[in-house]
């Protein structure tokens, strides 16, 4: 069980937009702790997607979009594309006594 | 370009012991923490282990703790993973990454960019 929650799948039709939320708690999103976002295309090693809760490294289209309120964040994918099909985690730090850096369970995107 | 490189998996038996190897590339190396991330087969993203810039501190997940050990040489620009006392649920593709965060608050970390990542299978 993870301790950062993602839906197991969304999807959504080519233009479409889809988003993906993160859940965590007051030990680690709650807390203030910044929120980043990964792409994992099938067979391939995780890409940065989203750092810092919104920013988008160099070269990420800026239909990715991220948000943070509370103890949840959000990965927003506007105009969805069939390339987008992919699995997408949230990562932040937790405060607790067994924490340090923590991923959501994956999120698996479809383009319908 | 960064480029991170790890070899060294493959399958071992339970209780037997494994190193891996990350070979780093395209930045200065002896200025950066690094860390080590599993996926097991199906599953989601585990971090494991980190490790400063100049190897001073370390850190890892409770799953690991006392079993595995992480260094690094930074004259060969070279990141390894020592696995002891390997168990089943240890099977999993082990990617290195970089930190993103280049100075300030180390939990505000991320990680950029990955290695395309080496399989550990632990299977009598």
């Known amino acids: 069980q993870s301790v950062l929650t993602q839906p197991p799948s969304v999807s959504g039709a080519p233009g479409q937009r889809v988003t993906i939320s993160c859940t965590g708690s007051n030990s680690n999103i709650g807390a203030g702790y910044d929120v980043h976002w990964y792409q994992q295309l099938p067979g391939t090693a995780p890409k940065l997607l989203i750092y810092?809760?919104?920013n988008r490294p160099s070269g990420v289209p800026d239909r990715f979009s991220g948000s943070k309120s509370g103890t949840s964040a959000s990965l927003a994918i506007t105009g969805l594309q069939a390339e987008d099909e992919a699995d997408y985690y949230c990562q932040s730090y937790d405060s607790s006594l067994s924490g340090f850096y923590v991923f959501g369970g994956g999120t698996k995107l479809t383009v319908l | 370009q960064v480029q991170l490189v790890e070899s060294g998996g493959g399958v071992v038996q339970p209780g037997r012991s494994l190193r891996l190897s990350c070979a780093a590339s395209g930045f200065t190396f002896s200025s950066c923490g690094m860390h080590w991330v599993r996926q097991a087969p199906g599953k989601g993203l585990e971090w494991v282990t980190v490790i400063s810039y100049d190897g001073s501190n370390t850190y890892y997940a409770d799953s690991v703790k006392g079993r595995f050990t992480i260094s690094r040489d930074n004259s060969k620009n070279t990141l390894y993973l020592q696995m002891n006392s390997l168990r089943a649920e240890d099977t999993a593709v082990y990617y290195c990454a970089k930190d993103g965060l280049t100075d300030g608050d180390p939990r505000r970390n991320w990680f950029d960019p990955w290695g395309q990542g080496t399989l550990v299978t632990v299977s009598s």
């Open positions: 810092g809760n919104f």
